[in-house]
């Protein structure tokens, strides 16, 4: 366990913020992660709870989430089925989604995290607040690096536009309730018997959780057929390099990818209907 140096809890963002520019002093939000880090050399923490980060609200047509919003928060707000509710709930148990925080889990960027995957079909942005101000980043640029995007300032909220089409999480995993060796969201808007737009995102097959455009690409505007997936597919993963681990070696993965990637896309289009 992460032994603390000092703890603080500001009740404002600029107090927060004016914290973080100390050295070895980061944020804490869920304390999943960060507390039971024992490599972590001691810090001090700024505790993120009172600065009224956890709400969910609608922003013109866009809901704003808040930093410090729970995954068990999304999954009781949107209960029901909605396509956040499910992605969050995949994620981890109760206990789980009752500590991380939709900050935590996007600044750590966790390849297999439903969450983030589904975030990123739905084209969400990240607000970030830092010293020099205030700036708005799409989640699947700071998901690549979020250490450059954050520096020592904060991830306040996740903007998500209220989508059209079908979505859909396909998911293979050594049991029902383990974590996912291979995960896919997809997102299908329709246009007649064509896919006016096409939204992919792959967990388990890079170190972060990865849009895959060059697929999006290939299947904008054509009618959507398990060859023309395939081939795209294909064509994408060569450029990929998943690793072999306990969960599933390289060529397992690869595999999965093809399979989930044509389910997840099925099932977008027929909710999307
Ligand atoms: C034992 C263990 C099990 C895990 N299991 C899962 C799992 O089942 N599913 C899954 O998807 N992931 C899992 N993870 C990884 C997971 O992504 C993180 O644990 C979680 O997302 C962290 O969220 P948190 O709110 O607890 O953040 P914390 O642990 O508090 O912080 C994590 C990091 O993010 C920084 N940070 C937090 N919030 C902000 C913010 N708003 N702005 C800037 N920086 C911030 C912290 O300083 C720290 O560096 C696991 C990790 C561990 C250690």
Known sequence: MMHVKAYHRPQTLEEALRLLQSEDTVPLAGGQQLLGDKQREAKAVVDLQALGLDRIE???????????????QLVNTFYGGAFLAEAAHRDGPLTYRNAVTVGGAIVTHDPLSCLLLG???????VEVQRSDGAR??????????????????LV??????????????????RT????????????????????????????GVAPYPLRAYAVERALSGQTLEDANIEAAVDRAAEALQPRS??????????????VLTRRALWEAWSKAA
């Open 58 to 72: 609608m922003e013109g047509e866009r809901l704003r989430i808040g930093a410090m919003v729970r995954l068990q």
């Open 136 to 153: 708005t980043v799409a989640l699947d640029q700071l998901v690549v690096d979020p250490a450059h995007w954050v520096q020592r300032g």
């Open 176 to 203: 029902p309730r383990d974590r996912p060796t291979v995960a896919v969201a997809a997102r299908v808007v329709r246009r007649g018997e064509a896919c006016a737009e096409v939204r992919l995102a792959w967990g």
């Open 156 to 173: 306040t909220a996740v903007m998500v536009p209220l989508q059209m089409g079908g979505t859909a999480m396909t998911v293979v995993a």
């Open 245 to 258: 681990d306990f969960r599933g070696s390289a060529e397992y993965r690869r595999a999965m990818l093809g």
């Open 119 to 125: 975030l990123l079909v739905l084209d969400a942005e």
